[in-house]
Nanobody
Framework: QVQLVESGGGLVQAGDSLRLSCAASGGTFSSYAMGWFRQAPGKEREFVAAISRSGAKTTYADSVNGRFTISRDNAKNTVYLEIDSLKPEDTAVYYC????????????????????WGQGTQVTVSS
């Protein structure tokens, strides 16, 4: 059983940058593909970014490409999401997710591609 705990959210101003972290425990982190999703009030949870188990492959939603960067540190069992130039429309609860053991280049893009989920961290961007 894998446990995921997100941190790093908060209230920020438009234009700021933020780094979210997701610490994993209970499994072999380096064997898991990891992803970030977000859910804004009244909306469906949507895919944001994913990274393969080694970190060699990443993919992003079109809506965030260029401002969001996903990375991981397998020695620290942690995946990160850096967000630059925050916008009010980035306001959401951000969730990390894990799926594994995964094939080397596997980067799931849908909610159904992940088995384990964190509780989420709130990001609120004021204009």
């Amino acid at each position: 059983q894998v446990q995921l705990v997100e941190s790093g959210g908060g209230l920020v101003q438009a234009g700021d940058s933020l780094r979210l972290s997701c610490a994993a425990s209970g499994g072999t982190f380096s064997s898991y593909a990891m992803g970030w999703f977000r859910q804004a009030p009244g909306k469906e949870r949507e895919f944001v970014a994913a990274i393969s188990r080694s970190g060699a492959k990443t993919t992003y939603a079109d809506s965030v490409n260029g401002r969001f960067t996903i990375s991981r540190d397998n020695a620290k069992n942690t995946v990160y999401l850096e967000i630059d130039s925050l916008k009010p429309e980035d306001t959401a609860v951000y969730y990390c997710a894990a799926q594994g053991p995964a094939f080397p280049d596997y980067v799931p893009l849908s909610r159904g591609g992940y088995k384990y989920w964190g509780q989420g961290t709130q990001v609120t961007v004021s204009s």
